[in-house]
């Protein structure tokens, strides 16, 4: 079992969610976040002053998948989340992490089962 983290533009929630919907990935949890990587934010005027914005909206995504739908659901995520066929800086990043346990606490049932 893993836990995937990804971290994308919001405009592109929607194709996400889409393309991980196509490989058969329906559970997800959302949220809305802020930060910053090689952007390092953008400047904007406010009432006539130009102000530094360090942290930039993003999105994101919590999947807990079984081992045979860690790779479907990463190519989800990059079909849906990069920009043009190349990508652009601040697409965002897909994070993989080992789970050692899930729980359904409606049942008790354990492991991939609890999936």
Do not use: W
């Not at 999105?59 to 190519?75: G, K, R, S, W």
């Amino acid at each position: 079992m893993k836990l995937i983290i990804a971290i994308i533009q919001p405009a592109k929630l929607e194709a996400v969610k889409q393309a991980l919907t196509e490989v058969e990935v329906f559970r997800l949890t959302v949220m809305d976040v802020q930060g910053f990587g090689r952007q390092r934010g953008h400047a904007e005027v406010y009432r006539g002053h130009e102000i530094s914005v360090n942290l930039l909206r993003k999105v994101q995504l919590q999947i807990a998948v079984n081992d045979e739908f860690v790779e479907p659901t990463i190519q989800a995520i990059l079909k849906g989340g990069r920009t043009g066929e190349r990508g652009e800086i601040g697409d965002g990043k897909i994070f993989v992490l080992p789970m050692d346990e899930c729980v359904r606490i409606r049942t008790g049932e354990r492991g991939s089962e609890a999936i």
